[in-house]
């Protein structure tokens, strides 16, 4: 049997500088209205909560059981990948800091794609350990886009606490990108970086 998927951090982490370095070159439309650029910035802090509180909600339903038993109640019972799905939202959240929807999106996408193939391998290895189980799973709930329809509940959960802390601490690293983006703002407002592009 395969070992069980595991994405490398370095290759996450470069692939994640490579999304930011280039917001040095763009900048939103705040010249022409600062509303929309706070109004963008506050969307984004939005997403960021919703991808920190989600992802910390999924945890208690899955930690210590993925490589175990096929977790299918909560928000597994809407969608195969709850984690991955805030994890776009918090993507949004990030480039939305730049007071741009389009970068935010541009985020949001290069996310996904960064993870497609990690999701791919992940199910690849569940399918093989689990079996018809899981083909049934996979079968009645979508692979992302929740359903919410689909909603099932478990009577009681047995919460592993480590795992709930390291979830909601790693989420919190969303929040990093508020004084990033602010600080690549005034390095542009400075004349320092950038080529001014203006996106909405």
């Avoid at 910390?56 to 339903?61: G, K, P």
């Avoid at 990690?118 to 992302?144: I, K, M, Q, S």
């Avoid at 009577?155 to 709930?164: D, G, K, Q, S, V």
Wanted: with cysteine; glycine share 10%.
């Amino acid at each position: 049997m395969t070992p069980s998927p595991r994405l490398h951090p370095a290759s996450s982490g470069s692939r994640a500088l490579a999304i930011i370095v280039p917001t040095g070159n763009v900048h939103s439309v705040a010249a022409l209205d600062g509303e929309w650029h706070e109004g963008v910035e506050a969307l984004g802090l939005a997403a960021i909560i919703v991808a920190i509180v989600g992802r910390a909600w999924c945890s208690l339903y899955i930690g210590g059981r993925k490589k175990a038993e096929i977790v299918d109640r909560g928000p597994y019972s809407m969608t195969r990948n709850p984690l991955y799905v805030f994890s776009f939202i918090g993507a949004f959240g990030v480039g939305a800091q730049t007071g741009s929807v389009t970068i935010g999106a541009i985020f949001a996408v290069a996310t996904f794609l960064v993870f497609l193939r990690t999701v791919g391998r992940e199910e690849a290895w569940l399918g093989e350990h689990f079996g018809a189980p899981y083909a049934a799973y996979c079968a009645r709930t979508p692979r992302f886009l929740p359903n919410p329809a689909r909603w099932r509940d478990a009577e009681e959960l047995t919460i592993r606490p480590a795992f709930f802390v390291r979830t909601l601490r790693d989420g919190l690293v969303f929040l990093a990108a508020i004084p990033v983006m602010e600080g690549i703002e005034h390095l542009q407002s400075s004349g320092l970086i950038g080529f001014p592009v203006s996106l909405f």
